[in-house]
Nanobody, 115 residues
Framework: QVQLVESGGGLVQPGGSLRLSCAASGSIFSIYTMGWYRQAPGKQRELVAVIRGISNTNYADSVKGRFTISRDNAKNTLYLQMNSLNSEDTAVYFC?????????WGQGTQVTVSS
């Protein structure tokens, strides 16, 4: 089994920045991808960013140029640096991991962008 614990969410003003972290523990091996998803009230969960290996990344068009996904294998931690935040980024952000064992989700962390 794999456990994912997100942190770093909170309230931020428009134009501000936040960095989310996702600490992974358990049976961490043969990872295919790690990524961040988000779900706003009344909307479906959507992909924000995904990383394969160390540097193979993909982003949703809505966050390209503003968000950066990265991972530290030594710390088993996934990050999402979010800059130039706006109200449309308000959502619960979930960490996701896919490995040979299956798919795993964190519990989510709330990000609220408001003045």
């Amino acid at each position: 089994q794999v456990q994912l614990v997100e942190s770093g969410g909170g309230l931020v003003q428009p134009g501000g920045s936040l960095r989310l972290s996702c600490a992974a523990s358990g049976s961490i091996f043969s990872i295919y991808t790690m990524g961040w998803y988000r779900q706003a009230p009344g909307k479906q969960r959507e992909l924000v960013a995904v990383i394969r290996g160390i540097s193979n990344t993909n982003y949703a068009d809505s966050v390209k140029g503003r968000f950066t996904i990265s991972r530290d294998n030594a710390k088993n931690t996934l990050y999402l640096q979010m800059n130039s935040l706006n109200s449309e980024d308000t959502a619960v952000y979930f960490c996701h991991l896919e490995s040979i064992l299956g798919e795993y989700w964190g519990q989510g962390t709330q990000v609220t962008v408001s003045s």
